[in-house]
């Protein structure tokens, strides 16, 4: 050991002792930086994360590190002193580890020298530290790789120059083999054993956080061969070519082979284990939850994981596909083997492929892939099947990946989250586990599909689909025993008793042709149990299939016991006129929030008129209440006294444009349920909150080109979205745990009263930025002639809380006063003379309800207008999203179900950095620029005081050494 040790000192006496360590240490430093802040454009991406760092490290790392080893035996022998070191008292096996470990001691000092950058993200939003060490972790196996490799090389030549090209070439070798480039060339199973002997390949698994045995192990037995075989390469030097050394040249060969093999076979051994390794994250977003080992070991029958993955694939696919099947071993082992797993590629399997096509609906997806020769479309399979019993749910790869584009042009492709993915559809298909047939006999009430239909009109690729409507309803109603009907019906036909106008008075608005068309049509299914009925969408390519899963799980979803059920009340959509005299859709659309809940969750309409909240609800979502009565507002009321849940989006304005000017407008909501959540404590404010940060809107600008007026359209920023990043949000809370961000639309401000709330439990889930104000106008459109956000700021600026959370026991606003019900039975038997039949009333009003209930109450009665959505998707594609998964949140929340919550807590959805103005972005990229600057500084110093504090040594000339050797006497 103390002579390892010495070698150790001895390279990093040279290293300290001369400019190499502050060259190294410099370029090193620089491209980093010159990587994160000017290649991938930090700032830019605006996410809180290294990846660009870590992205970029086993490039850097191949040159720098075969420059540093490119000396190491290449000058001892070029200079003379390696066979001094091969004649001194010390083991080969010490000299090589000394050399080794003198490298990697400058390469950790140049990796713990980076940490200022990691420290700078952290300090501007809310970094996952779990990534960050294994990246670290991952560059140190990778160096010492390469410097394994580099020293082996350098002990095989003379030649520095040599040695450094030869290591290049190596190292590049083995890192571009397991790229998407080479993989992608071969295909198939030689594409799955490149990316495992691929050294970059490996460097993503562990860099992203997760710690697998296969992959240290893969890193320290390839490390461990190319210091054997330096080893090796040095004693060689030492042989005689005689006889006498034959059997120990013989016995050291084949000792390394007997060891390389051995090394090889224990990789190949562990590949297949996939359950040996530690989740780094924070959340622990590649281990399987709790929640989802708990679904899965409840189990009745078989469940069927089946995936379709094309062997010819897009390249930035390809390297997914062993991550999935990861997972999916995870989850089979966590089953106790209710869970089979297949991976198939249709495209090699005729009867596989005709089932997936015509049963499950699952098609090709046509990829481009472009290269510099030219562009290609690949039609290929990326899809997940999850079959139980009669139920079955596919996700395709827009449901797995999500895509993150680079300024430099290259994109990122990457697993969305696949636990929750995977979770939710296997907890949808067990939950919707029931025959069709059975469905339909426990129907109390016959269920009958109307197609309204313009054969007509229709465009010609939708002109088949009515056909296979008809095929599928009638399909249906044969084997249903009389509970299921169908019927077409042509609104254009003069004979029909329904017409357009009777339609759209139903609230059934007809589909434009195309954009600009005037021409409309109608292909709506609407399907009437009782008194309930659902518009069905059709989602997909509109196949067998397709139109088939829509029916049946709408039948499914009235049918009891088969998820939870959310009531949902929205204001009438009513159409409005438009500057023709004619009439266009309202802009109260709430359809988008209902499809996204209906993922998870049963989905009814509620009519609150009677006063009380339909049976069978289990958490029930107003959205922008107004023009409410007194009986409907007792309804919700009642309904949080008996325990229940309600999440209103209470905002006390809703958006009200212009129909003839085009201009913005909002209007203030009358008879809404300001006064009751007063009562409760919480006190929604009557004005609009404003904030400097904010999401843009797009707004009409008319600028005058050489005396022609030419109006074109604008991202301004709208202070009246206001833009709730993570510092605005309650991170301890479930709900907002996974949310990179919320726009709050034409919020108010949502208040607390403290001695009312004082038994009860409150979270403040969002709240504005501190460069906030009020508005009590409603003037909402932006005067250009003013700088920046078109708003002058009017008030103190400060935060303001924008939704918050309370569970406990509330006292009923109706309490000590009359119940609406019984006004309403005191009239009737005034008109009639006869009592009503028993009602709520009757039975006496709640005055307080049990201490599990729950409220959730949101600033903005407009964040979830399909209007205001759709806009939010033009600008920041995919934005909109965020504000359906707060809603669907806060209902997960509300119903106790937090297992998907919890899961999709854990996904990997990008932490964002705090917004930050151009100087300050500038200032902190500075600050890092100034650290590496002082890092540097200290080992120039360093350097310098080393080189004062040395001795000169006198070299003497070979005349002048063999003079004093013969005048000397030679002591025995």
């Keep these: 050991m103390k002579q390892t040790l010495a070698i150790i000192r001895k390279e990093l006496n040279h290293y300290f002792g001369s400019p190499m360590a502050l060259i190294f240490v410099g370029v090193f430093l620089a491209a980093n930086l010159f990587v994160v802040f000017w290649i991938d454009a930090f700032w830019s991406r605006g996410v809180a994360d290294m990846r660009p760092m870590f992205r970029w490290m086993p490039i850097l790392l191949i040159f720098l590190i075969a420059a540093l080893t490119m000396r190491q035996w290449s000058e001892e022998e070029q200079t003379g002193t390696l066979e001094i070191l091969l004649t001194l008292p010390t083991r080969l096996v010490q000299l090589v580890l000394g050399k080794f470990l003198g490298v990697m001691a400058l390469v950790l000092v140049a990796l713990a020298l980076t940490l200022f950058l990691p420290i700078t993200v952290a300090l501007l939003g809310n970094l996952d530290w779990g990534p960050v060490w294994g990246g670290y972790l991952a560059a140190v196996l990778l160096a010492a790789v390469y410097a394994a490799i580099g020293l082996f090389i350098s002990s095989r030549t003379d030649n520095q120059i040599v040695s450094l090209i030869l290591t ?19 295909g198939g199973t030689w594409a799955e054993i490149l990316r495992a002997i691929g050294l970059g390949s490996r460097f993503e698994s562990i860099e992203r956080g997760v710690i697998d045995l296969r992959d240290l192990v893969y890193y320290l037995s390839l490390a461990g061969l190319f210091l054997l075989l330096n080893v090796v390469s040095l004693d060689v030097k030492r042989w005689s070519r005689t006889g006498n050394t034959a059997v120990y040249r013989r016995g050291i060969t084949l000792t390394a082979l007997l060891l390389g093999a051995n090394l090889i076979l224990v990789n190949g051994w562990l590949y297949p284990l996939t359950g040996a390794r530690v989740d780094l994250t924070e959340n622990n977003e590649y281990s399987l939850s709790p929640a989802t080992r708990d679904l899965l070991s409840n189990l009745q029958e078989p469940l069927l994981i089946r995936g379709y993955f094309s062997e010819k694939t897009h390249p930035l696919l390809a390297p997914l596909v062993p991550n999935i099947r990861d997972m999916l071993a995870e989850y089979k082992i966590a089953s106790n083997g209710k869970v089979v797993v297949e991976i198939i590629d249709p495209l090699q399997d005729a009867e596989k492929e005709k089932e997936a096509n015509q049963t499950y609906g699952i098609q090709p997806t046509p990829l481009q892939a472009a290269d510099r020769y030219g562009a290609s479309v690949v039609n290929a399979y990326f899809d997940i099947l999850i079959r139980y019993g009669d139920q079955n749910e596919v996700l395709g790869f827009q449901d797995l990946i999500e895509v993150q584009a680079y300024r430099s042009g290259d994109v990122d492709v990457r697993l969305r989250n696949l636990e929750y993915d995977l979770t939710r559809a296997i907890k949808k298909t067990v939950y919707g586990f029931q025959s069709i047939d059975a469905v339909l006999a426990a129907m109390a009430e016959p269920a009958k599909l109307t197609l309204f239909v313009t054969p007509d009109g229709l465009p010609d690729w939708l002109a088949e689909t009515p ?16 509970k299921f009907s169908y019927e077409m019906v042509n609104p254009d036909d003069p004979n029909s008793p329904v017409t357009r106008d009777s339609l759209v008075g139903m609230g059934l608005q007809p589909f434009p042709v195309s954009l600009f068309s005037d021409q409309s049509y109608y292909l709506h299914m609407l399907l009437q149990i009782g008194e309930e009925q659902q518009l069905l969408f059709p989602s997909g390519d509109l196949s067998e299939a397709d139109i088939r899963t829509t029916i049946e799980s709408a039948l499914k979803r009235s049918s009891p016991g ?83 849940a309600v999440v209103v989006a209470a905002g006390n304005y809703y958006f009200n444009p212009d129909p003839f000017s085009g201009s913005l407008g909002v209007a203030p909501v009358e008879d809404g349920l300001r006064d009751m959540l007063a009562s409760y404590g919480i006190n929604v404010g009557q004005a609009l909150v404003m904030d400097m940060q904010n999401e843009p809107f797009p707004i009409q600008i008319q600028r005058d080109l050489g005396g022609v007026p030419v109006v074109e359209i604008q991202a301004l920023d709208y202070p009246f979205f206001v833009d709730v990043r993570p510092t605005g949000m309650d991170q301890k809370s479930p709900i907002l745990a996974s949310l990179p961000a919320v726009t709050m639309n034409w919020a108010s401000p949502v208040t607390i009263d403290e001695t009312k709330n004082a038994e009860r439990e409150v979270t403040v889930l969002l709240q504005s930025s501190p460069n906030a104000w009020l508005r009590t106008t409603t003037e909402v459109n932006p005067n250009l002639e003013l700088p920046d956000l078109g708003f002058a700021p009017e008030g103190e600026l400060k935060s303001y809380p924008l939704a918050v959370s309370v569970q406990g026991e509330f006292e009923s606003y109706f309490k000590d006063k009359p119940s609406p019900l019984e006004a309403t039975e005191a009239e009737q038997k005034a008109e009639t003379g006869e009592a009503t039949q028993e009602t709520p009333a009757a039975l006496g009003t709640l005055e307080s309800s049990p201490d599990n209930a729950r409220l959730v109450i949101i600033g903005s009665a407009e964040f979830l207008n399909d209007i205001i959505l759709r806009l939010s998707d033009n600008l920041s594609r995919g934005r909109y999203v965020n504000s359906l998964q707060f809603a669907q949140n806060t209902i997960d929340w509300s119903v106790e179900d937090l297992d998907l919550l919890t899961i999709r807590s854990r996904g990997t959805s990008a932490r964002l950095l705090n917004p930050l103005t151009e100087s300050q972005q500038t200032f902190w990229e500075i600050v890092n620029y100034v650290v590496a600057l002082l890092a540097l500084i200290g080992l120039g110093v360093l350097w310098w005081v080393r080189r004062r504090n040395e001795q000169p040594i006198e070299l003497m000339s070979p005349e002048e050494l063999s003079q004093q050797t013969q005048t000397q006497p030679v002591r025995a």
Excluded: C, H
Excluded at 172 to 184: A, E, F, K, N, R
């Design 168 to 186: 290049v070439l190596v190292i590049g070798l083995l890192y571009l083999i397991g790229t998407s480039g080479v993989t992608d060339f071969v």
């Design 467 to 482: 056909t296979t409507i008809q095929k599928v309803a009638e399909d249906i109603a044969t084997n249903s025993g009389g």
């Design 562 to 644: 088969f998820l939870k059920t959310v009531g949902l009340w929205t204001p009438p959509d009513i159409p409005q006129p438009d500057p023709f005299g004619g009439q266009q859709p309202s802009f109260k659309q709430y359809q988008m929030i209902a499809e996204q809940l209906r993922q998870e969750y049963t989905v009814r309409p509620v009519d609150l008129s009677t006063g009380q909240v339909p049976a069978g609800i289990d958490v029930l979502l107003v959205i922008a209440p107004q023009n409410m009565t007194d009986k409907e507002r007792y309804a919700i009321d009642q309904y949080l006294m008996q325990g229940g």
